[in-house]
């Protein structure tokens, strides 16, 4: 998926050919950062569907499954109800498998996190507000702009990697403009305003 078949891409890239940044910063934020947010775009919406189709699966054919056992009950020695709720057992079994086996609802939380953060950090950088501002002149918002773009891709992968120990959001974190200083990174965690100094 390019930048013309997102609708965050298309945006951002001509609303950032607009600024003063030179033409190798905007070179940088658009093969890199714009495309990163569009391929965790493209993960998210694999996610989703997946989830929602598995999940869809096992409430729809739970429900079908009940109410053809109340009529095999209704109906004496019928052999075709009884393959259709096996048939319907199976499916919803296989469902629940996959929904735990591969960690869909976890990956679907995930991405849907990183995706808003990434989102979230994306237009305060183009808007120039928040942690962009205070005086901060065009070189400073490129160099902290990519360096917290990378810092959320990193961590996303590291809790990409944890699933299974259920602690899938507190570690996506980004760096506060100090850690582009060298003064160390000050993680911040996503949802939250509150910034605490890494040890």
Same mark, same amino acid.
């Given at each position: 998926?390019?930048?013309? *078949?997102?609708?965050?891409?298309?945006?951002? &890239? &001509?609303?950032?050919?607009? &600024?003063?940044?030179?033409?190798?910063?905007?070179?940088?934020?658009?093969?890199?950062?714009?495309?990163?947010?569009?391929?965790? *775009?493209?993960?998210?919406?694999?996610?989703? /569907?997946?989830?929602?189709?598995? /999940?869809?699966?096992?409430?729809? /054919?739970?429900?079908?499954?009940?109410?053809?056992?109340?009529?095999?009950?209704?109906?004496?020695?019928?052999?075709?109800?009884?393959?259709?709720?096996?048939?319907?057992?199976?499916?919803?079994?296989?469902?629940?498998?996959?929904?735990?086996?591969?960690? /869909? &609802? @976890?990956?679907?939380?995930?991405?849907?996190?990183?995706?808003?953060?990434?989102?979230?950090?994306?237009?305060?950088?183009?808007?120039?507000?928040?942690?962009?501002?205070?005086?901060?002149?065009?070189?400073?918002?490129?160099?902290?702009?990519? $360096?917290?773009? *990378?810092?959320? @891709?990193?961590?996303?992968?590291?809790?990409?990697?944890?699933?299974?120990?259920?602690?899938?959001?507190?570690?996506?974190?980004?760096?506060?403009?100090?850690?582009?200083?060298?003064?160390?990174?000050?993680?911040?965690?996503?949802?939250? $305003?509150?910034?605490? *100094?890494?040890?």
């Amino acid at each position: 998926m390019g930048a013309s *078949e997102s609708k965050f891409g298309g945006r951002f &890239t &001509t609303l950032i050919t607009g &600024t003063a940044f030179s033409s190798y910063q905007k070179s940088i934020i658009v093969n890199r950062s714009v495309n990163l947010i569009i391929e965790t *775009e493209r993960d998210h919406r694999r996610s989703m /569907v997946a989830y929602y189709t598995l /999940v869809s699966i096992v409430v729809v /054919v739970g429900i079908l499954i009940s109410s053809m056992i109340i009529l095999n009950e209704m109906v004496v020695d019928s052999q075709v109800l009884f393959w259709i709720v096996w048939g319907l057992s199976i499916a919803v079994a296989l469902a629940n498998k996959l929904l735990f086996a591969f960690n /869909v &609802t @976890k990956k679907y939380i995930l991405n849907g996190i990183v995706l808003g953060k990434l989102y979230s950090e994306a237009w305060t950088f183009l808007a120039g507000s928040g942690r962009y501002g205070k005086h901060m002149d065009l070189d400073k918002r490129f160099e902290v702009f990519c $360096d917290r773009i *990378e810092k959320i @891709k990193l961590k996303s992968i590291e809790s990409a990697t944890d699933l299974e120990l259920g602690d899938y959001t507190s570690g996506i974190l980004a760096a506060s403009p100090r850690g582009v200083s060298g003064g160390g990174a000050s993680p911040i965690v996503v949802g939250s $305003d509150n910034v605490e *100094e890494a040890s």
